[in-house]
Structures are given as C-alpha cells and as structure tokens.
C-alpha cells in the first residue's frame, strides 16, 4: 500500500514547519530508485528544506553512558559547562561566557510514570500523543523483566558503540501504528522507505549484527514481539518481515548529532572581541577539545537516529550539492545548499565524510558497496573511471586499520555535528 508522491510530500511540508516548495520527487531509475529535484533557483548557502523526522530515538548505549538528551527531539539537556565537566572528567571545569548556553532546564518536563525527561512541555505532549502511552514502562522503568528493557539489553549486548542504529527506532514505529487513530496513513508513510531484495536485507542485518546475525535477529524478533505486537503490522513481526523493517532502518536511518557544548563554542565564534580576548577564547577552546579528545575521545555528543521521508530520496554523490546539519540542536535536519542548484537538477548529499570523499575512486566505491550497496556513478567517479583499481599504499593501510573495527562502524548515514 503506498502513498503518491504528493501525500508524502504534503506530510513533510507540514510536520516540518519551514520546509519551502521548492522540491519534488521523482523516479529516477530502477538501480537509484527515487530522487529529490529542484523546482526553482536554490542559491549556495540557502536552507532547501527543514524536516522533522517520522521516528526518532537516542542510541542506547548512547544513553547509558549518560548523554542526556531529551526523549523526544535529541535536544542536549545538559548545560554547557556541564557538559565540558562530563567529557573532561574534570567536575571543576568553568566555561567563560555562559550566558551563551541556550539550555533552558526550567522548561524540562518528565514524564510523571517512568521520568524520562523532555526538553518542553511540548515534547512531552509531542511524544505522549505519537508513541509514547505504548511505550512508557511505568514502574517498571528499572525491571530488567519489563518486556522493553529485555528487549534493549539484549541489542546492547549485539549492538556496540559506535552505534548506528536503534531498536528502539523500530519499536517507535509500531508505537505510532498501535496509537494512531489513523493506522493505515502511518503504514503507507513507513511504506516509503526504499526496500531492497531478500539478499540485500541479508547482507544489511550481517553487517550490523555480525557473523552471528540469523540468531541473533531471530532473538531480537521474538523479543520484539513479546514487547510490541500489534495486528495492524502483523508483517513486520514474521522472520521475513523483521528482517525487512531491520534493514529499512539500518538503510535509512540518519544519524543525529547535539551538543549543548557545540552550541556554546558556536555561540562564542560569532562574539564580537577585542584581537587579545579572541585569541584567550580560542586557546582555551583548543585546549578543552584537546582535554575531552584525551578523556573521552571522539563520542562528544548526544547520538540517535530518525527516519526523514525527503531526506531520504536525497541520492549519494562523491560532489553533493548539499549537506545535512543540525543547527538548533535538536531532531530538526537542515538540508543547505553547498552550490547553486538549478530548477530540475537533482539534489545530492554524500553518505561519506570529508576524509572518505578525498580518497581513490576504488577506496570510494568499496565503502559504498559494502555499506549500501549501490556503485556510485555521480561526475566525480566518472570522470575517474580510467583509474586503476587498486588503492594507494596510504589507503591501504587504512584499510586494514578499519577491517579491525566493528562491522558497522561505517554503516549509517555520516553523523552531522551541529
């Protein structure tokens, strides 16, 4: 059952809020599936869009280590300078200026049942309204018998840092179908998402649970089941369709990024100082990234991941057009023009960091095979076609570097810092 392009379209524009019509989609090709095109002039540095996701949720073990954000939007809860004290592990690290910390802790709510907490009254109604009567544990929120808590104990125990992807995503979902009055507008919605055959799934789930995937995912599902049956999907909870929606979220999830320090440190760039002053402020932002990259090394931030309906038609280039961010600090995903963008031109976004997109046509084109399965045919690699593919000594080595990391350690749409 699946939604028009329109009614797809007209859902993002108006749970966005600022999304501009200037955007559509279409079916580019049986290999590339949909795209996102422009229908008028987006000049370079213009936002094209703004989109909330259907589903987000903060990674578990993200949590546990306690990134405090808030249960809804992603939203850092933690003050700046506490913040610095957590990821220094110096509980007397001060932060000049703080007057530039936006986090308003007189605005937190939690939930009266099980505490978890939320950014605004806002989110909290938010969440309370989408999924949230399904999911709240009550009590039980500290029960390892609660039915969810078993649940995400055993993905933490399959799923290590660095984490890209949330079973929690998935039970968000179903939460939403169980509560919606209107069930099957939420099931042609989810019904979006690009599908890939039986094989591709498999090779989707092998690469994010590892060697031991089928029985791992067959514990998952049956888990999953216990905690969150319901009819309205009765798909999703067979072998098949488990593995489906598994590798839908572990293809389009995309990652999110905040950081009340990161908003600080931005806050503090666009101070108008004295040249003295500035270099002060600059030496002991330099200095407090050296402290945390000693401490707590490169996890700086509250991470999740949510499912974007138009951002996820954007298609991969090695030369994107535009970039993802998350500026206010919280779920809602910036799409910015990095060029000019002619009306019916697609527009483009890379599935790779910087570092990735400087390396070989060959490095390139193996990152995205392994890790979503398409071979890259943007003007960059095909202006380098004619190269050999074998890759450079350098790249080589870091290769093998990266073959000792966690499968999934590139799987997942690059995280945005904000």
């Given at each position: 059952m699946a939604a028009s392009m329109c009614d797809v379209f007209s859902f993002c524009v108006g749970v966005a809020g600022r999304a501009r019509v200037s955007v559509e989609v279409r079916f580019v090709?049986?290999?590339k599936g949909k795209g996102l095109f422009a229908t008028q002039l987006i000049r370079k540095g213009e936002t094209i869009f703004v989109e909330r996701p259907l589903v987000a949720a903060q990674f578990l073990w993200n949590a546990l280590y306690r990134y405090r954000a808030c249960d809804h939007c992603l939203r850092a809860l933690e003050k700046a300078e506490e913040n610095a004290q957590r990821l220094t592990g110096k509980p007397g690290q001060v932060l000049p200026h703080p007057e530039l910390c936006t986090v308003r802790k007189d605005l937190h709510q939690n939930c009266p049942h099980c505490q978890v907490m939320y950014c605004s009254a806002e989110c909290r109604l938010a969440a309370t309204e989408?999924?949230?009567?399904?999911?709240?544990?009550?009590?039980?929120?500290?029960?390892?018998?609660?039915?969810?808590?078993?649940?995400?104990?055993?993905?933490?125990?399959i799923h290590y840092p660095p984490e890209t992807a949330s079973i929690m995503l998935m039970a968000r979902m179903v939460a939403t179908v169980k509560q919606a009055k209107d069930k099957d507008r939420w099931i042609r919605l989810f019904s979006q998402f690009c599908n890939k055959t039986a094989s591709e799934e498999e090779e989707i789930v092998?690469?994010?649970?590892?060697?031991?995937f089928k029985g791992q995912l067959e514990l998952l599902r049956r888990l999953f089941t216990e905690a969150l049956y319901e009819e309205a999907v009765?798909?999703?909870?067979?072998?098949?369709?488990?593995?489906?929606?598994?590798?839908?979220v572990g293809t389009n999830g995309q990652g999110i990024g905040t950081s009340s320090l990161s908003q600080w440190v931005h806050a503090c760039d666009t101070l108008e100082l004295k040249p003295q002053d500035r270099e002060q402020l600059d030496a002991f932002i330099d200095q407090l990234y050296k402290d945390i990259e000693a401490a707590t090394g490169e996890f700086l931030n509250c991470e999740g991941s949510g499912l974007f309906v138009l951002q996820s038609c954007c298609n991969h280039s090695c030369v994107p057009n535009a970039e993802t961010s998350f500026p206010e600090n919280n779920f809602l995903l910036h799409v910015t023009a990095l060029e000019d963008i002619k009306p019916g031109e697609e527009i483009c976004i890379s599935y790779l960091d910087c570092c990735q997109r400087e390396r070989s046509r060959h490095s390139r084109h193996k990152i995205l095979?392994?890790?979503?399965l398409f071979v890259c045919s943007c003007p960059k690699c095909l202006a380098e076609a004619d190269e050999p593919n074998v890759t450079s000594e350098e790249e080589e080595e870091e290769e093998e570097e990266e073959e000792g990391e966690p499968e999934d350690a590139e799987l997942g749409d690059e995280m945005t810092d904000v």
């Open positions: 090709s049986s290999a989408q999924y949230h009567q399904v999911l709240c544990p009550g009590p039980s929120q500290d029960d390892p018998l609660h039915p969810l808590n078993k649940l995400q104990e055993a993905w933490r125990s092998h690469k994010l649970l590892g060697d031991k009765s798909q999703w909870f067979t072998p098949d369709g488990f593995r489906s929606l598994f590798a839908l095979r392994e890790n979503y």
